[in-house]
């Protein structure tokens, strides 16, 4: 499975911020959205990613305040991220190894999207329960050792 399955069932809304913005509109607009991150985007690329992580932090440094702290200051700017070819397998590996919620999906230059640990774990959970029908149906059907003989 591929992480382009994963933004197939998800769909495509996305939600980017410019690294100038005030901190504190970026937030409400988080909440106001009820999403955990946001890509940070200059002239076309992709320069960081802001997630509820950064914010806590950048909160503690600041003494308990947001103040005029704009995106660049908060962001990760060094955000690990993935294309839509990357098996599922990989992303799970790169998101545990770097403890990260959120990755960034970029065929080439161009931002496809963003899938969260949630979105990975749906999926292998949908997927699991998926094969587990499968099996039991073909354990359902299987003949018995009196039909066996018959056939």
Not at 131 to 142: C, Q
Request: hydrophobic content about 40%.
């Amino acid at each position: 499975m591929k992480v382009s399955d994963i933004l197939r069932v998800k769909g495509n809304e996305l939600y980017t911020v410019h690294p100038e913005e005030p901190l504190a509109k970026v937030v409400q607009i988080m909440a106001e959205k009820d999403i955990g991150s946001l890509v940070v985007m200059e002239h076309g690329d992709l320069v960081g990613m802001l997630t509820f992580r950064e914010v806590i932090l950048c909160i503690v440094r600041n003494g308990g305040e947001i103040g005029t702290t704009l995106v660049r200051k908060a962001m990760d700017d060094c955000p690990l991220s993935c294309t839509t070819e990357t098996e599922l397998d990989e992303v799970r590996r790169m998101m545990l190894d770097r403890h990260a919620r959120y990755l960034p999906v970029m065929n080439r230059k161009m931002l496809m999207g963003v899938i969260s640990f949630y979105d990975v774990a749906k999926t292998v959970v949908d997927s699991q329960n998926f094969e587990n029908k499968m099996l039991k149906a073909y354990i359902r059907d299987w003949p018995d050792d009196e039909q066996a003989s018959q056939a």
